[in-house]
Structure formats: structure tokens, C-alpha cells
């Protein structure tokens, strides 16, 4: 496969995290959803960090804040902070087992919650509830799934 059509399995699964994203779902789900987004992004960013850095997680995070209605700049601002994490300690991150490597991108999905309800704060007058931290548990409960699916694929298409 050639190198163009190999990267653009990226994009591809980025765009794809994008739709489960803004996906309708039940309002009792609605509230535990995963950042999907962010989850694909910090995944690449752990596998290819000269690939998929802070632009793409901030391009990504204002196509979010588009498609889900919020105040421009908001996610792109959190997803650049958390992904700028994860691309500076990639490589020991990666040398974490696939539990280990959970809890730490629970701590580091807690951060983009606690971003998104403090900029929310001071924009909008949004208040805290215990309920906006349902997407850090599931987050931490969807990655074993989402890192075996995506390391599969990166190594079957042999992306590098």
C-alpha cells in the first residue's frame, strides 16, 4: 500500500471518531459517551508522534466544537493541552501496560473535562456536577478496545 493511502487510515479513523462523536444516542447515554475524539488522538499520538501532534488535536478539537455547538476554541484548546501531554511523554507511555496506560489517560481525560468545565465556566456561567466526569470512566473502559483495534490496524496497513 502506498504511503498516502496509509495515512490517510489515520484521518480516516479520526473522522470516524468524529461521527461516533456527534452520533444521537439516548440522553441517559448522552452523558457517559467517550471522547472518542481524543481518545483516537492521544493513540496516534502515543504510535506516531511526528504524524499526529498538538495542529491535528487542535484542527480536531474546533471541528468538534463545530459539530457539537459549544463556544469556538474551547475542545481545540483542551485537546492541544492534553495531546501536547501525551506527545511529550510518549515513550514512556508506551512502555506502560494496556491497564497502566488506561489509568493514565483516565488522569489525562479527568484534565480535558476539568478544562472544558473551566473555560465553560468563565464563558458561559456553566456550573460543575459530578456527571461530566461519566466520560473518564468510560474513556478508561473503551482504550484496551480502542488500542488493540487501532494497533491492529497500524500494523496490518504498516503505518509508520
Known sequence: MRKPQRLGFIYLSIFVALLLTVMPMPQMVKLARPDWALLVLMYWTMALPQRVSVMTAF????????????????NALAFAVVIFAVAQHHLKMRNFSVVQQSLLLGMLLALYQLLLFWLSHFLTGVYFRPQYLWPVLTGMLVWPWLFWLLRRYRRQLKIQ
Open 59 to 74: 484542527f480536531t478539537g474546533f471541528i468538534v466544537d463545530v459539530l457539537v455547538g459549544t463556544v469556538l476554541g474551547v
